[in-house]
């Protein structure tokens, strides 16, 4: 009875406050009383303001992910998706645990790291050293890259009948597979690096006695060390992407086949698994190249991660 | 000791050949600091860049201690415009450059020059944490650790502000009076090129050659404001004007 009396009588100058306070920013209130009576609006929006600042700046990226998930499950629980197009997140996940618990998991984990790896490492290593080639001679670049640009228009899917027919199914299809995909980025980006040295730093290792082993190592090296990252960093996107597909055209283990064979018997769920460890292999192999970058590139000082 | 006789250089332009140089004849002996003045054009920076052994296209005789200049190399410590420093290597990793830290004799060097132009405490800095005067003495030091026997300085401190430059001239000569190291000075900055040089040599554009050499008889440290510093500085801007008022009468090289 008093706090509704004492309410209606500050009604008038309690809505002044609030007018003044939130004019301020909400951050200075008129007097005590004034902060009782403003309170529902002001300070609620500080209040937002002060959680926004708590949060600290990797969890922002966890916003929307989780109100998905959390929009997802209550979906499922309520009837409202179809069991078998979108299984719960919960369902999922218990279709995680089993596989993991069964150790299928780590083998199909297993089978596909040797394939993306092994196809990355070969297609890589040989892009780089093409690239260093053609990027330091001339003649090398007029001999082969007009081939390499040529063969790079030819879509890589176009190839796998030829490799099937070729090498059959097995492993060394596959790898040779995701090796001609990842050496396109490292070829055109190690190319490219090499070719951005400075003219004027090369005149500085001509007036100090560089040798030609030193230019290499010394000044070519570096200048392209911030492109070849960025075509590894292609190149191994590229690899889990081949991977995926030479793992469906045919194969009995590998994350890729896991999908499929799970496709086969409506499985949506254990699809659903192999969907998300693609993400997360594929984001943390993107990190690793990233950290290289940071343990690398420190001292350029455009550098923004 | 460095004989220029009869150089001349022409570029090919589309529009046919162009003289950058004609009939320079210079000598300068050894531990002298002669400064080069003139217009843009007048091909100051050319000369400097056929004595670094960086241009080797050129009619005429430019000889190093009796040899002919056939390439660029470390007896000929080159200072350009820009500190042109790798930017992936710290100060003192640029000093050595292509010689190694790991060599006891390289680190003690690179330390002496390190305080020669006053950068100890710099070591570990990267260049883009340093200022361009900084930057520029860590370029000096880079070519000093070669121990050239002339030193090549093509408007090195042209991008600094007045006061690092003063700085930094006065730097120079500290460093020049203990190296005793030979220094071609280039630049278009009238006031620095009577401060540094015990010679100016005058340059004419169009086709590019020397006007004239002239000798600045005044002690080391000189002061900028001393009447006889004003009387010389008079002088040279005499012979300059007489240049930037365009086809004065054709006196040929000086000496």
């Given at each position: 009875m008093s706090d509704y009396s004492a309410a209606s009588r500050s009604a008038g100058p309690g809505a002044g406050a609030a007018e003044e306070a939130s004019a301020t920013g909400g951050v200075r209130l008129p007097s005590a009383a004034a902060a009782v009576q403003a309170a529902p609006v002001p300070v609620e929006g500080a209040g937002v303001r002060e959680r926004r600042k708590a949060l600290p700046g990797w969890a922002h990226g966890w916003i929307v992910p989780l109100l998905v998930l959390a929009a997802w499950e209550l979906g499922s629980a309520l009837g409202l998706v179809s069991e078998s197009a979108l299984p719960a997140p919960s369902r999922i996940a218990q279709a995680f645990w089993s596989l993991v618990a069964s150790g299928e998991l780590a083998r199909h984990i297993g089978a596909s790291f040797v394939r993306a790896g092994g196809g990355f490492?070969?297609?890589?290593?040989?892009?780089?050293?093409?690239?260093?080639?053609?990027?330091?001679?001339?003649?090398?670049?007029?001999?082969l890259d007009?081939?390499?640009?040529?063969?790079?228009?030819?879509?890589?899917?176009?190839?796998?009948?030829?490799?099937?027919?070729?090498?059959?199914?097995?492993?060394?299809?596959?790898i040779l597979l995701i090796s001609l995909g990842a050496f396109f980025p490292v070829y055109f980006h190690t190319f490219l690096g090499v070719r951005s040295a400075d003219r004027k730093l090369h005149e500085v290792t001509k007036a100090l006695e560089f040798s030609a082993l030193q230019q290499a190592t010394k000044l070519i090296l570096p200048s392209a060390l911030p492109n070849v990252l960025l075509g590894i960093?292609?190149?191994?996107?590229?690899?889990?992407?081949?991977?995926?597909?030479?793992?469906?055209?045919?194969?009995?283990?590998?994350?890729?086949?896991?999908?499929?064979?799970?496709?086969?018997?409506?499985?949506?769920?254990?699809?659903?698994?192999?969907?998300?460890?693609?993400?997360?292999?594929?984001?943390?192999?993107?990190?690793?190249?990233?950290?290289?970058?940071?343990?690398?590139?420190?001292?350029?000082?455009?550098?923004?991660? | 000791?460095?004989?220029?006789?009869?150089?001349?250089?022409?570029?090919?332009?589309?529009?046919?050949?162009?003289?950058?140089?004609?009939?320079?004849?210079?000598?300068?002996?050894?531990?002298?600091?002669?400064?080069?003045?003139?217009?843009?054009?007048?091909?100051?920076?050319?000369?400097?860049?056929?004595?670094?052994?960086?241009?080797?296209?050129?009619?005429?005789?430019?000889?190093?201690?009796?040899?002919?200049?056939?390439?660029?190399?470390?007896?000929?410590?080159?200072?350009?415009?820009?500190?042109?420093?790798?930017?992936?290597?710290?100060?003192?990793?640029?000093?050595?450059?292509?010689?190694?830290?790991?060599?006891?004799?390289?680190?003690?060097?690179?330390?002496?020059?390190?305080?020669?132009?006053?950068?100890?405490?710099?070591?570990?800095?990267?260049?883009?944490?340093?200022?361009?005067?900084?930057?520029?003495?860590?370029?000096?030091?880079?070519?000093?650790?070669?121990?050239p026997d002339i030193l090549l300085l093509d408007e090195p401190f042209g991008a600094l502000d007045a006061f690092t430059r003063s700085h930094m001239q006065e730097v120079l000569l500290d460093i020049w009076q203990r190296s005793k190291t030979t220094m071609l000075f280039v630049t278009h900055d009238l006031d620095e090129a009577v401060f540094l040089g015990q010679r100016v040599v005058v340059m004419n554009p169009r086709p590019g050659h020397i006007r004239s050499v002239l000798d600045i008889d005044l002690p080391y440290p000189?002061?900028?404001?001393?009447?006889?510093?004003?009387e010389l500085r008079a002088l040279v801007l005499g012979e300059f004007e007489k240049v930037e008022k365009g086809p004065a009468v054709d006196v040929g090289a000086g000496i």
């Open positions: 490492l070969l297609g890589g290593a040989t892009g780089l050293l093409l690239g260093l080639f053609t990027g330091l001679g001339k003649w090398v670049e007029r001999t007009p081939t390499v640009q040529m063969l790079r228009t030819v879509p890589l899917l176009a190839v796998i009948p030829l490799f099937i027919l070729w090498f059959g199914v097995g492993e060394f299809s596959k960093r292609l190149s191994v996107g590229v690899s889990w992407l081949l991977l995926a597909v030479a793992e469906m055209m045919g194969a009995s283990s590998g994350i890729g086949y896991l999908i499929q064979d799970a496709r086969v018997y409506s499985q949506t769920d254990i699809v659903f698994v192999g969907i998300g460890l693609f993400a997360l292999v594929g984001k943390l192999s993107d990190s690793g190249v990233r950290l290289l970058e940071k343990r690398w590139l420190g001292w350029r000082s455009s550098y923004k991660g | 000791m460095l004989e220029i006789e009869s150089l001349n250089k022409t570029f090919a332009a589309p529009s046919g050949p162009v003289v950058a140089l004609r009939d320079i004849r210079l000598t300068v002996g050894r531990g002298e600091f002669v400064t080069f003045i003139g217009p843009s054009g007048c091909g100051k920076s050319t000369l400097l860049k056929i004595v670094a052994g960086l241009d080797t296209v050129y009619e005429g005789s430019v000889k190093l201690n009796g040899e002919r200049i056939g390439g660029p190399g470390i007896d000929k410590g080159v200072i350009f415009q820009e500190p042109r420093l790798f930017p992936w290597l710290t100060v003192e990793k640029n000093v050595a450059a292509n010689l190694s830290l790991r060599n006891p004799e390289v680190r003690k060097r690179v330390g002496e020059l390190l305080e020669l132009v006053r950068l100890q405490g710099f070591e570990k800095a990267y260049p883009r944490e340093l200022s361009g005067g900084m930057a520029q003495r860590v370029a000096i030091a880079r070519a000093l650790l070669r121990n000189r002061s900028r404001t001393g009447a006889s510093f004003q």
